[in-house]
T-cell receptor
Framework: NAGVMQNPRHLVRRRGQEARLRCSPM?????VYWYRQLPEEGLKFMVY????????ESGMPKERFSAEFPKEGPSILRIQQVVRGDSAAYFC???????????FGEGSRLTVL | QQQVKQSPQSLIVQKGGISIINCAYE??????FPWYQQFPGKGPALLIA?????SEKKEGRFTISFNKSAKQFSLHIMDSQPGDSATYFC???????????FGQGTTLQVKP
């Protein structure tokens, strides 16, 4: 998973606040995937983005969650008005095209108080 | 039809033993089956992967066995070591995407 950079590694928010998670894929990769891992569960696909474009957001909750990958800068997963159920590890991954091989970052662990 | 079912949920093996983790899928359109290893506080790391044109793939102590007709695949860890203690996830996808469907995970503990 070297090369996919995520920050912050840990984030604590109170209910109702906003959380912003950032992801920079390794050089040469213009596509990123976001996954969520709830405690004691497997990872669940959320969204697939390329630069300036959302390709597949079928796993994103309908409300409060959004994602973007601007032409310059990292991809951002934004969670508005966080609730306790949003507490999870959020992983970004790069790769996948043609080969299916995904390389994950270290994750951002969100705790909602 | 999108599920991948993984078992067992947890596994304890003695050092030197064989660890076996099983997965079953439903969607016959899946054609890429990776296994990921995850240590506490870390991201999942790709361990080994197989495509349905072969029935077995081996990389060092790790082997995937694939049964297309039964829609099942398994991970075998030979000569298991304490350093293999981690959570293992199977997954499935169509190979031209990174949209993986993950199993629920197996926590492996290898006792010295």
């Amino acid at each position: 998973n070297a090369g996919v950079m995520q920050n912050p590694r840990h984030l604590v928010r109170r209910r109702g606040q906003e959380a912003r998670l950032r992801c920079s894929p390794m050089k040469g990769h213009s596509h990123v995937y976001w996954y969520r891992q709830l405690p004691e569960e497997g990872l669940k696909f959320m969204v697939y983005l390329q630069k300036e474009n959302i390709i597949d957001e079928s796993g994103m909750p309908k409300e409060r969650f959004s994602a973007e990958f601007p032409k310059e800068g990292p991809s951002i997963l934004r969670i508005q008005q966080v609730v306790r159920g949003d507490s999870a590890a959020y992983f970004c991954a790069a790769g996948g095209r043609n080969t299916g091989e995904l390389f994950f970052g270290e994750g951002s662990r969100l705790t909602v108080l | 039809q999108q599920q991948v079912k993984q078992s067992p949920q947890s596994l304890i093996v003695q050092k030197g033993g064989i660890s076996i983790i099983n997965c079953a899928y439903e969607n016959t359109a899946f054609d890429y089956f990776p296994w990921y290893q995850q240590f506490p506080g870390k991201g999942p790391a790709l361990l080994i992967a197989i495509r349905p044109d072969v029935s077995e793939k081996k990389e060092g102590r790790f082997t995937i066995s694939f049964n297309k007709s039964a829609k099942q695949f398994s991970l075998h860890i030979m000569d298991s070591q304490p350093g293999d203690s981690a959570t293992y996830f199977c997954a499935a996808s169509k190979s031209n995407t990174g949209k993986l469907i993950f199993g629920q995970g197996t926590t492996l503990q290898v006792k010295p």
